[in-house]
């Protein structure tokens, strides 16, 4: 069975954290966790709950343990999602700064050559990020900024977050089997 790991950092847009964590409660599939102090704050903020609330997660790390699984490449970990991306987590991850067990699992995807998918979020992007994004992807790591497909006509912002979440669904090789696509009835 895919086993995959997901990192809430704290940056904005944790509906999408929800969404694709749904989406992944109806997938055969092994889901860790991982979430930032900051991730826990905004998670909260914007949600009102903590990430032990999540659904689809069944195992969850903690963000200061480099001896938890994630910190090594024997895991095994097929994909990870850093969802939503914080700037700050960006920046850690172009530079190869592992400073808590997210910079981590992710500088061990990369190395490992496995698919590392970065949701990142923030807005106006100034010089650095963009130059961090740069990095990033060069590494090998895909950028994925959270934009809804808009051209599906979802009717609330549950659809919408959803309809991007199928897009990150794409790149793991997801089944999804209600997943409305561009020219397509269902
Ligand atoms: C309500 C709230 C929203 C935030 N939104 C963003 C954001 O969209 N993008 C971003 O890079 N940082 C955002 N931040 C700042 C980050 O949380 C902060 O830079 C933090 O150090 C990131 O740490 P982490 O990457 O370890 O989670 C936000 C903070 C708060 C409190």
Not at 9 to 19: L, P
Request: aromatic content about 6%.
């Amino acid at each position: 069975m895919k086993k995959i790991i997901v990192a809430v950092t704290g940056a904005s847009a944790m509906i999408y954290v929800q969404s694709f964590l749904e989406l992944l409660a109806t997938e055969e599939i092994i889901v860790h966790g991982i979430c930032s102090d900051a991730g826990e704050k905004v998670l909260a903020i914007e949600c009102g709950k903590n990430s032990r609330q999540l659904p689809a997660v069944t195992k969850w790390f903690d963000c200061k343990d480099f001896a938890e699984a994630p910190a090594s490449g024997s895991a095994g970990y097929d994909a990870m999602v850093v969802v939503p991306c914080s700037m700050g987590t960006l920046a850690a991850i172009a530079s190869g700064i592992t400073s808590n067990l997210i910079h981590r699992a992710a500088d061990v995807m990369l190395k490992e050559q496995k698919q590392l998918i970065l949701v990142t979020r923030e807005t106006p992007l100034n010089r650095t990020h963009l130059k961090n994004m740069l990095s990033a992807h060069d590494a090998g790591a895909i950028i994925c900024p959270p934009h809804p497909g808009f051209y599906l006509k979802p009717q609330n912002l549950h659809e919408a977050a959803m309809t991007f979440s199928w897009k990150i669904g794409d790149q793991i090789g997801l089944d999804m089997k209600g997943r409305k696509r561009w020219g397509s009835k269902v």
